[in-house]
């Protein structure tokens, strides 16, 4: 079945990110979505191809589960103006409707524009035109058995009217609708951050955690681990999709001891906290460990791991530490362990990022992901194309599967970056190993993102200082 894909217009790069991974997920390999009507990859309407007798069954369970689907339409009939749209559902064989016209099942039909109100009038003018259905059974304004879409993509050649850009051309739809958003609406306000108990200053914002963690197949049954914790933002999202949840940060205080406040009913803020709050299934845990000298053993936690979805520090809002060497007695007392805490000196975005891809490495199952962001500097060519991407996709051990872009500054802007296991990883795997090294050493534009970030214009290169002035970027792509 040929079915519309109508997405949200917000965080254009993932969109179909998402939905093929979500696709994965239910079972659907190779989704084939075809690209919009007018070619242009900014519009919100895609199609793609879903097996007949699981077509509503699959589009459910997307549309519950997806951030940025809004709904998933049976399409019937389209056409540039409404009287086309007419005509071609005039054109369609009487089987088309004859399910729908002879059923006495309750009924809705809507009228939408995207990105604007509908007149009452306008409303009441596609009715009339479509009024020779005379679909059977009995209207139903709130709870219908069948709901029914009459959707129009207009533009008018002004991307702030209605929130399209210039490109995607006015299109008529009518169909029957297989899923909308209406349980994701809930989920979204539920979970934002201002409500949250315990939040910080890089705690992710809920769309994007939901993204992240739908690409990664976070799901039942399946564990999920963020070695870079924080509040656990990312964490509470995956819990929310059914998955097992642990993860681990550097910091101790962050693991153990939380704010140093507490909440209305005295109750201190931490970690836990916000999986009581939203009545989410506890984590499995939570360890103070280090992604460089990593407390695990490895032989234990070798393809233990589903999902690894995580925010490394970029050294931009939140710099990385790492624990390094420092003079220590020979032989310490019991309270002197208790008591003591590791040094840590300064952890670069290259080697957090090839700690990272080891930990993968090792920890996932074969086909499981590895989830994260990257930050990327706008002065420098397209992301995708990149020798700095070409050295991460050679990973011997993890193939990239996909990638998404962020625009966060005129600066720079951030790749959601996704990894799956394609071979088993030895204890003494000597091209990982050689992979390592060879990360290690390069010279990654990674590691320059502070000075990248805020080295002043005037001190820019004139030609970087030139296209910083003309860089713009609209809301809908963040």
């Not at 955690?209 to 656990?232: E, K």
Request: aromatic share 8%; net charge positive; proline share 6%.
């Amino acid at each position: 079945m040929k079915v519309l894909v109508v997405f949200l217009h917000r965080l254009l790069d993932f969109r179909t990110l998402e939905f093929r991974s979500l696709a994965e997920y239910v079972g659907v390999k190779d989704a084939r979505l075809e690209e919009p009507f007018g070619g242009s990859l900014m519009s919100p309407f895609w199609y793609v191809h879903l097996p007949d007798e699981r077509a509503q069954e699959l589009s459910r369970t997307i549309c519950d589960r997806a951030a940025l689907v809004k709904s998933m339409i049976q399409v019937w009939a389209e056409g540039a103006t409404l009287d086309e749209l007419v005509e071609d559902v005039r054109r369609q064989p009487p089987e088309t409707f004859e399910r729908y016209i002879s059923q006495q099942e309750s009924f809705k039909v809507i009228v939408d524009y995207f990105g604007r109100r509908v007149s009452t009038r306008d409303q009441q003018d596609v009715f009339d035109k479509l009024a020779f259905l005379r679909l059977g059974g009995k209207v139903s304004l709130t709870n219908p058995e069948q709901l029914y879409i009459v959707i129009r993509a207009d533009p008018d050649g002004l991307p702030n009217r209605s929130g399209l850009p210039e490109g995607v051309p006015t299109r008529w739809y009518f169909g029957r609708v297989l899923a909308d958003h209406r349980k994701r609406k809930e989920s979204t306000s539920k979970f934002a951050l201002p409500d949250r108990p315990y939040i910080g200053p890089t705690s992710m914002d809920p769309t994007v955690a939901q993204v992240m963690c739908n690409v990664g197949g976070v799901g039942p049954g399946r564990i999920c681990f963020d070695p870079f914790v924080g509040t656990g933002s990312i964490l509470v999202t995956a819990a929310y999709l059914g998955g097992y949840t642990f993860g681990s940060d550097i910091d101790i205080r962050v693991v153990r001891d939380g704010m140093y406040k507490t909440d209305k009913d005295g109750r201190k803020l931490t970690l836990w906290r916000n999986f009581q709050h939203y009545g989410l299934p506890s984590p499995v845990g939570f360890l103070a460990t280090d992604v460089h000298r990593t407390s695990f053993r490895m032989q234990v936690l070798e393809g233990l791991v589903d999902s690894i979805v995580c925010d490394p520090p970029y050294g931009v809002r939140a710099g990385g530490r790492k624990s390094v060497p420092r003079d220590l007695p020979a032989t310490m007392t019991a309270e002197q362990r208790k008591a003591h805490v590791p040094h840590t000196g300064t952890f670069t975005m290259v080697e957090c990022l090839a700690d990272l891809l080891d930990l993968a490495s090792r920890a996932l199952r074969v086909g499981g992901r590895v989830v994260f962001f990257l930050p990327w500097p706008h002065l420098h060519a397209d992301a995708k194309e990149h020798e700095e991407i070409r050295i991460l996709a050679s990973h011997p051990v993890l193939r990239l599967t996909g990638m998404g872009i962020q625009h966060l500054t005129t600066r720079y802007t951030r790749l959601l970056v996704v990894f799956e296991k394609r071979r088993a990883c030895g204890a003494d795997d000597a091209e990982l190993a050689a992979a390592s090294r060879a990360m290690r050493a390069a010279d990654l534009v990674f590691d320059r993102m502070a000075e990248i970030i805020y080295t002043p214009a005037s001190e820019l290169p004139p030609e970087d200082a030139e296209r910083l002035k003309k860089r713009k970027f609209r809301g809908k792509m963040h």
